[in-house]
């Protein structure tokens, strides 16, 4: 069963955000300067003026739903999607997830683009069928009763393809945790998913690194991840001991989701704006503070260790559906050599990106709508 869905969050509910906002202890927090302690205090006090003052939920509540929204139950539990579907009747249908600390706001600007090409100059028979979850325990969508990892998500969302939306055959694409479950949906259900577009590599082959450029690219990424490691060993070993904190201070949510955006980002001058508008950033957070979604998003982490990790089985067998990979060269989680990744998949296209970090969607957006096309079209 598949019911309509509209966000409607009331000032009656956001009041109350605001209000913590504005009574923040400022002067508590140490005058650290520079980002490399974490969130910038400068920078947070500046956006959480801006978010008392001048930001309009209401305005990005409008732009998401000026789309299809809806809510349909797999395996118990309501998972919240939109949908657009394509102006050709021939579309493609497009599975477009998000990671963490993201929310279908990363995907909001180019629905269009994919959905409907020729209001952009291209071809309507690039189109796709657009379907947005908000993976399970994240926004919109519902919460598992205890922490699950991406290949259970991945076995949820294809049956939410297949089975509740009724695609016999898709393609995959995304990013951070997105990129993973595509990982998974398409080594577990390649009978369904016809190929998969990725801009982030987190999982990793069993036999793990083999000539030297793989080694070397091993030990780089291992000293690089050292002063990234802190937020994910925390979500994947006590998430609700930091979800305590979390729920009760908006403040807190936005310090902590900020600082991954300006660590993963390609930014200019290291300046966080430099890509991104207070509004963008605000938006996202929000989702997560209105939703009361921070804890049960972080939870995937911990369902990932418990499900084994980076690394696929001992048995593992090349994924052999056809694979896109867009490397954006300001990535937080660095690509393998080329060699490594043709060992996990069936690399069919290969791209160098000039520019763009990890938030591909967000930071270059037209790279990534045409590489997707331009993919979708070689099979």
């Known amino acids: 069963m598949i019911t309509d869905f509209n966000v409607n969050f009331t000032e009656k509910e956001i009041s109350p955000i605001y209000q913590k906002i504005k009574d923040y202890p400022w002067n508590s927090i140490p005058n650290l300067e520079?980002?490399?302690?974490?969130t910038n205090k400068r920078y947070l006090?500046?956006?959480?003026?801006?978010?008392?003052?001048?930001?309009?939920?209401?305005k990005h509540q409008v732009e998401i739903n000026k789309f299809q929204n809806f809510i349909s139950n797999v395996d118990g539990i309501d998972i919240h999607f939109i949908k657009e579907k394509g102006t050709s009747p021939n579309s493609k249908p497009l599975l477009l997830m998000h990671g963490?600390?993201?929310?279908?706001?990363?995907?909001?600007?180019?629905i269009e683009k994919l959905a409907h090409p020729e209001k952009f100059g291209g071809n309507e028979k690039d189109s796709f069928d657009v379907i947005i979850p908000s993976l399970p325990g994240f926004g919109f969508s519902g919460k598992p009763n205890k922490p699950i990892g991406p290949r259970k998500m991945a076995e949820i969302l294809n049956k939410l393809m297949i089975e509740n939306l009724g695609y016999k055959d898709y393609m995959a694409q995304g990013g951070d945790w997105g990129a993973t479950i595509a990982n998974w949906i398409g080594y577990d259900h390649s009978k369904f998913c016809k190929a998969i577009h990725i801009n982030c590599l987190t999982m990793r082959h069993p036999n793990g690194p083999q000539s030297d450029e793989e080694k070397n690219w091993q030990i780089k990424f291992d000293k690089d991840q050292v002063m990234q490691d802190g937020y994910r060993t925390q979500q994947a070993t006590k998430p609700q001991s930091l979800s305590y904190g979390m729920m009760d201070s908006p403040v807190g949510i936005a310090a902590w989701i900020i600082e991954k955006m300006y660590s993963w980002s390609d930014l200019k001058d290291n300046k966080l704006e430099s890509v991104y508008s207070k509004d963008t950033l605000l938006a996202n957070i929000m989702v997560y503070i209105?939703?009361?979604?921070?804890?049960?998003a972080s939870w995937i982490y911990f369902g990932?260790?418990?499900?084994?990790?980076?690394?696929?089985?001992?048995?593992?067998?090349?994924?052999?559906?056809?694979?896109?990979?867009?490397?954006?060269?300001?990535?937080?989680s660095e690509w393998p050599p080329r060699s490594y990744v043709e060992r996990i998949f069936n690399i069919k296209q290969w791209t160098e990106m000039p520019a763009g970090g990890h938030?591909?969607?967000?930071?270059?957006?037209?790279?990534?709508?045409?590489?997707?096309?331009?993919f979708s079209r070689s099979f």
């Open 100 to 110: 963490w600390p993201g929310s279908v706001v990363e995907f909001l600007h180019i």
């Open 304 to 332: 990932r260790r418990e499900e084994g990790g980076r690394f696929f089985p001992k048995d593992f067998k090349r994924i052999e559906i056809p694979t896109a990979a867009a490397v954006f060269p300001a990535e937080m």
């Open 359 to 374: 938030f591909a969607a967000l930071e270059k957006p037209d790279l990534l709508v045409n590489d997707i096309r331009k």
């Open 45 to 58: 006090k500046e956006l959480c003026d801006y978010w008392i003052n001048e930001f309009d939920w209401q």
């Open 290 to 296: 209105l939703t009361k979604t921070f804890d049960t």
């Open 34 to 38: 520079g980002w490399e302690h974490g």
